[in-house]
Nanobody, 126 residues
Framework: QEQLVESGGGLVQAGDSLRLSCTAS????????MGWFRQAPGKEREFVAA????????YYSDSVKGRFTISRDNAKNTVYLQMNSLKPEDTAVYYC???????????????????WGKGTLVTVSS
């Protein structure tokens, strides 16, 4: 089991950038595929990005593709989400999630994730 703690959220203006971090406390971080999900007020949680155990496989939702970049540093037990060209519709609580093993084919499904962080709020003003 991985304990996940997100950081880096905040209030920014449209067009700004922000980098989220998620640090895992477990000692087998490289055994876990990682993902970022978000939940906007009044909406269901949705997939944002996912990364394989070695960082070679990366997937993004259509809404963030080209603007967001997921990466990981296994030596630091940390996964990142670099968010550029932020839009008001990116406002949400962002959750880090972990799947033990390789990325599943349905990596975009939150029920496939085994552990979750508590989330960090990102607010983008227009």
């Amino acid at each position: 089991q991985e304990q996940l703690v997100e950081s880096g959220g905040g209030l920014v203006q449209a067009g700004d950038s922000l980098r989220l971090s998620c640090t895992a406390s477990g000692r087998t971080f490289s055994s876990w595929a990682m993902g970022w999900f978000r939940q906007a007020p009044g909406k269901e949680r949705e997939f944002v990005a996912a990364i394989g155990r070695r960082g070679l496989m990366k997937y993004y939702s259509d809404s963030v593709k080209g603007r967001f970049t997921i990466s990981r540093d296994n030596a630091k037990n940390t996964v990142y989400l670099q968010m550029n060209s932020l839009k008001p519709e990116d406002t949400a609580v962002y959750y880090c999630a972990a799947h033990f093993g390789p990325l599943p084919s349905d990596y975009y499904s939150d029920f496939r994730m085994h552990d979750w962080g508590k989330g960090t709020l990102v607010t983008v003003s227009s």
